[in-house]
């Protein structure tokens, strides 16, 4: 398209037609642009799936079941709505997320007016919509109430309102699709209904126009490519998942089709064969593509209609993989040299002969030098082998940049067993991710400070005498609690906004000490007074929490902390060692130990443990086994989040014999909220004693042997969108499984995790 616009042709006379727009409009708009081809194209959306239709939809449910919460979360937090500037809607719902209970009722019970004021306005107001018999006039109240900021007719927004072009544009044409709605209802019921609205508005969709409507190649479809004049047309995605199959109806329904005109079924293979004939018949030059394979490298089956064309005209298809096209853009040229190296297009002794008589010196920047590095890299990564441009090393090579002998921590063992390359840049390199900078407390620093708290409570807990807390220790554990947390408090970096406030405030809310200057007593409880209501449920098990901070093979920063090991663990039968910190043991009357580790974020499930993702709860427990002598019982992470519900029962890994539900308080030291995988403790410590250190021994020779391959994992088990080495990264999901493979027959030594494939 650059070239046919560089030779003059008017962007206007070209266009883009897709059978399949819901896969190819916006892909093909962005790659347009990438390349920086204008174009334009129409964009459409379910009503519900835009911000007046969410504002809509939370109405409708919170006017049908006014004291759910949920709803009424969604309508506070809806950007149109504009309530009374002396409430801040960002508290009420914070105040709900913490709560127990999710009905309005119980949130107004712990507001003050006028936050109490404006949710019983709210409420009230959605009741009044949702009650209404004529929409039309209910519309414009409703709008009046919640401070939407329309005109007078209500299908124009405000020029204040801090919305993009488009986003205007798109939500002016759900706000006016909403209004013929409601006015229609009037019009066709005299008594319309919430259901009737809902079900009217589930089926309109939203029509925008994105770029400019001149001087802009057109993505349509067939229909509108056929009948305007453009001089140039392309088909893509003309494969049978993309383009219209036969219809598929039940035997029962034919003979009603076919027994009338008028009951006749719409059969979008004809449809979609007249638009191709009518493309085929205008004097548009043609060009007809589609995709060999899928992201998973499984092949596609052509279009019925590209066949026949194959058949009649004996046309020959040409494959990317045999012809480059002119480059559009940086990853065009990048693209095309790959290609070129890979079909033996080009070859490197070529380029780095030719490479002195570029006309690419530049002072100071070795440009052909790099030129040829970057031809060999290239080329040896257009090959799903694994070599040194693919994260492998020599063995002598890894021995002078990393100890091979150093103590594994089990958050080393997840950075590796998640991606080989971040383990290297982290680990071996030395090279730290950027330090975000945040005006508020980071989540590091918050997750330290609560962990900080915590340990030290229930060591002055139980340095008092005591041990877990029950019922009539409540009141002397919140005082306990509380002059830890503030004496903790002193010492956190953080600056004092009303957003750190509101933090803070949701940590010490509900602790009923004299003096909370932190909190309020008689608010919903925050995180430590719903951890040590947590505890007393706790407390029903045999196992009594014992060491807190367990240091394995490290100093600690602080005298006081726990050493239960001042030298690694050795994990026996193997030649790999563990190091660490054990944020928590409890230990059952005849020796058996449960390990914790506090989150204050998200936390891996218990499969992520079973299938080798995640390794923190199983080293603590062998590292605890060897060090305290004692017996794994299992593991679970301590879900300590402010904003939400305590949980000490997430990722749970044990026996199934020695759990019950979280729910019941019965003196089984493990809580779960599944049935556990291993049935009884024999099998569990199979699993810990066999499974696991094979796998950690399987990363430590990886690492000794210097495989640092980018992940291949998928990018979301990889979490590669969060990670801080992606800029510096060369991953290739889409040859993952390739990759994998070669790693295989090759004996490369490596580690993948069991959910992407078998054992290695």
């Known amino acids: ?175 006016r699709l909403a209004a013929r709605v409601c006015d229609s209802l009037a019009t066709v019921e005299d008594e319309a209904d919430a259901d009737g609205l809902r079900r009217a508005l589930e089926q309109v969709t939203v029509d925008t126009t994105v770029g400019r409507k001149s001087g802009s190649v057109r993505v349509c479809n067939p229909t509108e490519a056929a009948w305007n004049p453009y001089s140039h047309v392309f088909v893509v995605g003309l494969t049978t998942e993309h383009t219209p199959s036969p219809a598929r109806r039940l035997a029962f329904t034919r003979r009603l089709n076919e027994s009338h005109v008028d009951f006749q079924a719409a059969d979008p293979v004809q449809q979609a064969r007249y638009t191709f004939g009518l493309l085929l018949a205008s004097e548009a030059r043609l060009f007809l593509s589609r995709p060999e394979r899928n992201a998973n490298g499984d092949p596609y089956v052509p279009a019925d209609v590209l066949e026949e064309l194959h058949r009649v005209c004996e046309l020959e298809t040409k494959s990317s993989d045999h012809h480059v096209d002119t480059p559009a853009s940086r990853k065009d040229v990048q693209r095309s040299l790959a290609e070129a190296l890979e079909t033996n297009g080009v070859d490197t002794d070529r380029i780095d002969a030719d490479a002195d008589e570029f006309d690419v010196e530049i002072p100071g920047t070795n440009a052909t030098t790099r030129l040829r590095k970057g031809v060999e890299l290239a080329s040896a990564r257009a090959s799903a082998d694994v070599g040194e441009f693919d994260g492998r090393l020599t063995a002598e090579t890894v021995r002078k940049l990393y100890d091979t002998d150093k103590p594994f921590s089990p958050s ?278 066999e499974d696991v250190a094979d796998r950690i021994e399987r990363i430590a020779t990886a690492v000794q042997e210097g495989t640092f391959v980018p992940t291949v994992l998928g990018p979301d088990a990889a979490n590669c969108e969060y990670c801080e080495y992606r800029d510096a990264c060369d991953v290739r999901h889409h040859r993952r499984h390739k990759i994998h493979d070669a790693m295989i027959d090759d004996g490369v030594p490596s580690y993948v995790p069991l959910a992407e494939g078998e054992e290695q």
């Open 1 to 175: 398209m650059r070239s046919l616009i560089a030779d003059g042709i008017d962007p206007d006379d070209i266009c883009v037609a897709t059978y399949d727009p819901n896969t190819y409009t916006e892909r093909v708009a962005q790659a347009l642009e990438a390349a920086g081809v204008p174009v334009t194209y129409d964009l459409s959306r379910p009503f519900f799936s835009t911000t007046t239709g969410n504002l809509f939809e939370a109405v409708l449910d919170l006017g049908t079941e006014p004291d759910r919460q949920e709803p009424l979360c969604r309508l506070l937090a809806n950007p149109l709505v504009e309530l009374d500037e002396t409430v801040d809607a960002k508290e009420i719902t914070r105040e709900a997320s913490r709560l127990e209970s999710s009905r309005v009722e119980a949130l107004r019970s712990h507001l003050d007016s006028p936050a109490d004021d404006i949710v019983e306005s709210v409420v009230a107001s959605c009741e009044q919509f949702v009650g209404s018999t004529h929409y039309g006039d209910a519309r414009l109240a409703l709008f009046d109430s919640l401070g939407v900021p329309v005109d007078s007719s209500g299908i124009e927004l405000d020029d204040e309102v801090g919305l993009s072009e488009q986003e205007r544009s798109r939500e002016t044409s759900a706000l």
């Open 412 to 689: 080393r063992l997840e950075t590796y067993a998640g991606c080989g390359f971040k383990f290297y840049m982290n680990s071996v390199l030395d090279i730290e991710g950027e330090e975000d900078v945040t005006i508020e407390v980071n989540a590091l620093d918050a997750g330290n400070y609560v962990h900080d708290v915590l340990e030290t409570f229930y060591r002055e807990w139980i340095a008092a005498g005591h041990r877990s807390v029950t019922d009539a220790t409540l009141s002397e554990a919140q005082a306990v609690l509380y002059d830890v947390a503030v004496e903790r408090l002193d010492e956190l970096d953080a600056n004092s906004t009303v957003f750190h406030g509101t933090w803070i405030e949701s940590l010490f809310d509900g602790l009923e000490v004299d003096g909370n200057a932190h909190g309020d007593p008689d608010e919903a409880a925050g995180l430590f007074r719903r951890f040590l209501d947590a505890e007393m449920k706790l407390s029903a098990t045999h196992a009594k929490p014992t060491y807190f901070e367990a240091h394995v093979g490290i100093d600690p920063d602080d005298p006081e902390s726990s050493v239960i090991s001042s030298d690694p663990i050795q994990l026996p039968g193997r030649s790999v060692s563990l190091r660490g910190k054990i944020d928590r043991i409890d230990v059952t009357p005849d020796g058996g130990l449960v390990a914790y580790d506090y989150k204050t974020g998200s936390t891996p499930g218990t499969g992520d443990s079973l299938d080798g993702h995640a390794f923190q709860l199983p080293a603590y427990l062998l590292m605890a086994e060897q060090a305290l002598d004692g017996e794994p019982v299992g593991a679970s992470y301590y879900q300590v989040n402010p904003d939400s519900s305590i949980s000490y029962w997430a990722g749970t890994i044990g026996a199934e014999a020695d759990a019950s539900y979280y729910q019941h308080e019965t003196d089984d030291p493990l809580r779960r909220y599944r049935t556990l995988e291993h049935e009884s403790r024999d099998e569990f410590h199979e699993f810990l004693r």
